[in-house]
């Protein structure tokens, strides 16, 4: 949020008015403000990018959660509320439920929402073992370990020289699965990533020529 629009909804939240846009005439405010943020705002401060009496002025009640990653308990009852979802009723064997369990899940409970909505369009049976998974949604992402990464980059490497650059051919292919493994979320994209939002989308402007999938809109009211 840009240090010219805290100002603005600080001066809201304090003053509890605000003025619609367009008139003249001041309204109170009746409203309660839920605040969701994957920033570490305390640093944000510390940088001078975050006011520190607007921080104060939300940070009445802080709830924090946890990824995915780190209540993999959950995970089954996100499983079997996504499946109510679908038209189509799906069953998940033992080993899907430990394929499910073990896997990191980086984009969180959008990526496994995503996950369930892929086997229901693409899985040929409805009860889904482990080897659809691996085929569907996939390995596991490799760990973070000096071995793998020499791995990965011995593969890249390999690659037929007609590619063109191969780490423009590597950046583009992970861009474009982070932002599609993120439902078109390109902030959660780059935080999967590991850079903030601004910098994906030059990373994309450099690489393709296409524009990278639009985040989820609510349909519109009838």
């Not at 940070?59 to 995970?75: G, H, M, T, Y």
């Not at 929402?113 to 596991?140: C, K, W």
């Not at 690659?159 to 078109?184: F, N, Q, W």
């Not at 999938?213 to 609510?218: I, V």
Request: net charge negative; aromatic share 4%.
């Amino acid at each position: 949020m840009p240090p010219e629009l805290q100002a603005k909804l600080l001066r809201v939240l304090e003053d509890r008015l605000f003025r619609p846009l367009g008139s003249e005439a001041e309204l109170p405010l009746r409203a309660r403000v839920l605040a969701a943020t994957h920033i570490d705002l305390e640093e944000r401060i510390a940088e001078g990018r975050f006011r520190e009496d607007l921080f104060f002025r939300l940070n009445v009640v802080s709830i924090e959660i946890p990824p995915l990653a780190e209540r993999k308990e959950d995970i089954v009852e996100l499983l079997s509320a996504f499946i109510e979802d679908l038209p189509r009723k799906l069953a998940f064997s033992e080993s899907a439920v430990a394929w499910f369990i073990r896997r990191h899940w980086p984009g969180n409970v959008r990526e496994l929402r995503n996950a369930v909505a892929r086997l229901a369009l693409l899985a040929d049976d409805d009860r889904i073992e482990a080897s659809v998974l691996d085929e569907i949604v996939g390995a596991q992402a490799l760990g973070g370990s000096a071995r793998e990464v020499d791995s990965l980059a011995k593969s890249i490497l390999a690659l037929p020289l007609r590619l063109g650059s191969k780490l423009d051919v590597i950046e583009r292919a992970v861009l474009h699965h982070a932002i599609e493994t993120c439902g078109g979320n390109k902030s959660a994209a780059a935080r999967l990533i590991g850079v903030d939002r601004k910098a994906l989308e030059r990373k994309w402007d450099r690489l393709s020529d296409d524009p990278p999938p639009t985040e989820p809109r609510d349909p519109p009211s009838r």
